[in-house]
């Protein structure tokens, strides 16, 4: 199940070349990807329990985005190991290109023993488990 968020870029998150620094676009992409895991329930009734460890991000920039545009964020699921997962996410512009797109692999961590767990059901029912060529953590 795709998630989207929309954030409306501020001035507050633009540098000197007068468009979106990239640490803010990654911000972006991590509020999204929380709200993700906040719709399918992974913080539900327990939010002190888990949390997530991003492992990997690979996101490519292609066009820049500038104060006062409301971007729209997707958030999709792509694949699952035992322990760790990958979701893709795009930002788009208002006219509709795609300004940054990539994956992020995390993994879940149970707070109270600080150790990695098996992605919680939650989270697994809406993800795609990877095929046998695929790397698994």
Same mark, same amino acid.
């Given at each position: 199940?795709?998630?989207?968020?929309?954030?409306?870029?501020?001035?507050?998150?633009?540098?000197?070349?007068?468009?979106?620094?990239?640490?803010?676009?990654?911000?972006?992409?991590?509020?999204?990807? =929380? *709200?993700?895991?906040? $719709?399918?329930?992974?913080?539900?009734?327990?939010?002190?329990?888990? +949390?997530?460890?991003? !492992?990997?991000?690979?996101?490519?920039?292609?066009?820049?985005?500038?104060?006062?545009?409301?971007?729209?964020?997707?958030?999709?699921?792509?694949?699952?190991?035992?322990?760790?997962?990958?979701?893709?996410?795009?930002?788009?512009?208002?006219? =509709? *290109?795609?300004?940054? $797109?990539?994956?992020?692999?995390?993994?879940?961590?149970?707070?109270? +023993?600080?150790?990695? !767990?098996?992605?919680?059901?939650?989270?697994?029912?809406?993800?795609?488990?990877?095929?046998?060529?695929?790397?698994?953590?």
């Amino acid at each position: 199940m795709d998630g989207t968020t929309l954030i409306t870029v501020t001035e507050a998150h633009c540098d000197e070349l007068g468009h979106l620094n990239h640490v803010e676009a990654v911000r972006y992409l991590e509020r999204a990807r =929380g *709200r993700w895991y906040r $719709d399918r329930g992974l913080y539900e009734g327990d939010g002190e329990r888990f +949390g997530t460890v991003v !492992v990997n991000i690979d996101y490519h920039y292609r066009a820049e985005c500038f104060l006062g545009e409301t971007l729209r964020i997707t958030t999709r699921p792509v694949s699952m190991g035992t322990k760790s997962f990958t979701l893709a996410h795009e930002i788009i512009k208002p006219d =509709g *290109r795609i300004a940054i $797109d990539g994956r992020c692999t995390s993994v879940i961590m149970d707070l109270a +023993g600080r150790t990695i !767990v098996p992605v919680p059901e939650c989270l697994s029912a809406h993800l795609p488990t990877r095929g046998r060529g695929g790397r698994r953590r």
